[in-house]
């Protein structure tokens, strides 16, 4: 059987291969409550790390010819990446379990060998409470660098810090 | 409720490590904490599917900026792309991206005194075929130096970008090239533990794919995770 071909680094030149409509998974018309997810990707040192490339996936609502699901955002030179994207709802998890409404993220880039795979969960939703994967991480501090947070209009915030204070949880899906 | 098919784990080895110390950029980069266990959802064995129709292919890098030809030694690269299981994966977008002939990539970021080449601009994409094989023609890419540590410079390689059918089959590599003498020095390549794993960064000179009086061809096979349990065919 053949293994996976192993990974490499993005690298700092990535960017050929932009194209900053892909930040916005509504530009193709989906309807449903849009919302800008929003954040910086900081270092070990709290340092903004200014080429990342982010993406994110979300499989509610379900992609369709009006919405990719997918998003693809660059990082400034403050370090932030921003989407402009729809709600997800609850989806369901293994056997009965259901999941509280998240986006998963994957941060690549110049010093990551491989993409590190991270979810964003929304501040003040009850289903946080019971959802499978943040209710596995025993630590209420570290399970919070998977929550955004309300900031402005129909804006959630949630920064990821790749090491070191505050690390946010990467996962091993 | 069932559960979806998940995709195997990735075996020891064969991916490298975050913290790879001798590339100096994961230093403050690679995160400290163990990954944590996920089992997969519907969030990581769907992904995004990429319509030719929406995102056009362009597997004609020598000419796809102003028409005009690039300089540089014209390429074919040509591979599949299959999974874990040997099945290929069909209709999937591959991104490319690279540095121009003389080592220099077409990026405000990269600064390395070697000429831009007008007429190249080192990104293209295609899509495998119901057989996961995909082709392209482009340049050689040059090799250049980044300041990693004294006198370092990249191997020749070509970036890729994969999909496949879900989140957790993304995949972002580099291709290298056959009797390259950088590879041994080069801390990315060497990044990964299993040598063989390793090696398989590394294209091969075909003579089949090559094009007589036109372009050498090489071939770069690209293996995405397998789910863990084949259902059974239809």
Redesign the interface.
């Known amino acids: 059987?053949?293994?996976?071909?192993?990974?490499?680094?993005?690298?700092?030149?990535?960017?050929?291969?932009e194209d900053p409509t892909w930040a916005d998974l509504t530009r193709f018309g989906a309807t449903g409550e849009k919302l800008t997810l929003t954040g910086a990707v900081l270092?070990?040192?709290g340092?903004p790390?200014a080429?990342a490339c982010v993406?994110i996936?979300?499989?509610d609502p379900p992609?369709s010819d009006s919405f990719?699901?997918?998003g693809r955002s660059n990082t400034d030179s403050r370090g932030e990446y921003r989407f402009l994207t729809v709600r997800p709802g609850p989806?369901?998890?293994?056997?009965?379990a259901q999941?509280a409404p998240?986006i998963?993220i994957?941060v690549?880039?110049?010093?990551?060998?491989?993409?590190?795979v991270t979810?964003a969960y929304f501040h003040g939703e009850a289903l946080n409470q019971t959802d499978?994967?943040l209710t596995?991480?025993d630590d209420p501090s570290r399970r919070d660098t998977l929550i955004a947070r309300p900031a402005g209009t129909a804006t959630w915030r949630l920064d990821i810090r790749?090491?070191?204070d505050g690390?946010?949880?990467?996962?091993?899906? | 409720m069932s559960n979806p098919v998940p995709f195997r784990p990735y075996t020891q080895g064969t991916q490298p490590d975050y913290d790879t110390p001798a590339y100096l950029s994961t230093r403050k980069r690679h995160p400290n904490q163990a990954l944590h266990a996920l089992p997969q959802t519907v969030t990581e064995t769907t992904g995004p599917s990429f319509s030719p129709l929406r995102f056009p292919p362009s597997e004609d890098l020598t000419a796809n900026t102003t028409g005009k030809p690039a300089l540089g030694e014209r390429i074919i690269v040509a591979g599949t792309v299959m999974d874990e299981n040997g099945r290929p994966v069909p209709n999937t977008m591959v991104e490319i991206w690279q540095a121009n002939a003389t080592g220099r990539y077409d990026h405000p970021a990269d600064q390395h005194d070697a000429p831009l080449d007008p007429n190249f601009r080192g990104v293209g994409r295609v899509f495998t075929d119901a057989e996961g094989r995909y082709r392209f023609l482009t340049i050689r890419p040059g090799a250049y130096p980044w300041p990693n540590h004294r006198n370092a410079w990249r191997p020749n390689h070509i970036h890729f970008s994969l999909f496949g059918p879900a989140f957790a089959t993304r995949l972002v590599t580099q291709m290298y090239f056959p009797g390259d003498p950088l590879l041994a020095y080069d801390p990315i390549f060497n990044g990964t533990a299993d040598e063989h794993a390793r090696n398989r960064l590394v294209a091969r000179f075909d003579l089949e794919i090559t094009e007589a009086d036109y372009a050498l061809g090489y071939r770069f096979d690209v293996v995405l995770r397998g789910r863990v349990a084949t259902p059974m065919e239809e």
């Open positions: 059987m053949p293994i996976a071909t192993a990974s490499q680094t993005v690298g700092p030149y990535w960017h050929l291969l270092d070990g040192d340092q790390c080429d993406e996936w979300q499989s992609a990719p699901g997918f989806v369901p998890g293994r056997g009965n999941q998240h998963a994957c690549m880039a110049r010093g990551l060998m491989r993409g590190l979810r499978p994967l596995s991480i790749l090491q070191g690390e946010t949880v990467f996962l091993d899906a």
